[in-house]
């Protein structure tokens, strides 16, 4: 009876916090997915057909990229890559790349940039970035890139 009742314990003032940081993202989320027709995440097939196999050993550039060594291939790397950034990577990057600000914006990558931007996608981070490596090949990761670029001002 005499037992002294917090309403809201000291201990829990962090957590919560956290945990409204974590359902704000959620719900962000879930807007875009929305959007998108899609509220998940689960990783989408990308049909690569008539692009080259790239294999695994990682490439250091944008294969399609004009000037480079595929470069014949661009336009239908930009079409195929529209297709796998809007199944995998838009609910969370944005619509067209463009961030909401939640996630980092893709279209300020530079060149330079490519080897990260691989290694991001094959690997992950531990702050909610997934694993493309069971999903995505290098074919489709670079088609990717292509069309990040094509909508890159
Ligand atoms: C579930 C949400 C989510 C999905 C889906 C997602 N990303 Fe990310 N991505 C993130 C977050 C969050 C970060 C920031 C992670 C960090 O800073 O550790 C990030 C970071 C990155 C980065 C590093 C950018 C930088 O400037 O640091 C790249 C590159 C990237 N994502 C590419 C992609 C691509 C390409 C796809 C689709 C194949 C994709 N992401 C799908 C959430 C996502």
Known sequence: MNRIFFPVSPLAAPTSRRLFGIAFLALSLGAAGAALGHGDVTPQEVDTKG????GEAPLMENPFRPGNEHAEYHDLAVEVGERGYGGNCAVCHGIQAMSG???????????WDDEFYLERVVKGTERGMPSFRENLDQTAIW???????????
């Open 143 to 153: 088609a990717i890139k292509s069309y990040i670029e094509s909508v890159t001002p």
């Open 101 to 111: 600000g939640l996630t980092p914006d893709l279209r300020q990558l530079e060149e």
């Open 51 to 54: 692009l080259p196999d790239l």
